[in-house]
């Protein structure tokens, strides 16, 4: 494998580790917010 061949390789391979790592924390996010929810409506529903 010549030197070019590579960095396009560890380009792609970066690329799609950093999408891979914003779809979780962008998951993780939307579980977050709905647990949040979750909680205010229950302390709603409390008072």
Do not use: W
């Amino acid at each position: 494998m010549n030197e070019k061949t590579l960095a396009i390789t560890l380009k792609a391979t970066v690329k799609n580790t950093v999408g891979f790592l914003q779809g979780v924390e962008a998951h993780q996010l939307k579980e977050f917010l709905i647990l949040e929810s979750k909680t205010k409506i229950k302390k709603n529903l409390a008072t």
